[in-house]
Nanobody
């Protein structure tokens, strides 16, 4: 059974930085997409950043230039470096991995809270 374990969330002041990590435990066939999503109170879950295996990285317009997604393929770990944080970045952040080819799968992390407040 594969589990995604996130870490790195917390409370930070506006303008500050945080680095989120998400590590997969268990055997994981190479995913096609690894990414981060977030959900703020009263809002729907939204895409933050995704890394397409062997391809590009895509970001939500609201985080471009401030957030950077990276990955360690050897350890099936993904990171989200967040800088110049704003109060509107406050949300629960979830990591996600997807494989479209056999064996297909999709896994979500349990979520980590990020609060940006003075």
């Amino acid at each position: 059974q594969v589990q995604l374990v996130e870490s790195g969330g917390g409370l930070v002041q506006p303008g500050g930085s945080l680095r989120l990590s998400c590590a997969a435990s268990g055997r994981l066939f190479i995913p096609n997409v690894m990414g981060w999503y977030r959900q703020a109170p009263g809002k729907e879950r939204e895409l933050v950043a995704v890394s397409i295996t062997g391809g590009s990285m895509n970001y939500a317009d609201s985080v471009k230039g401030r957030f950077t997604i990276s990955r360690d393929n050897a350890d099936n770990t993904i990171f989200l470096q967040m800088s110049s944080l704003k109060p509107e970045d406050t949300a629960v952040y979830y990591c996600n991995v997807v494989r479209y080819k056999y064996p297909q799968y999709e896994y979500w992390g349990q979520g980590t809270q990020v609060t940006v407040s003075s």
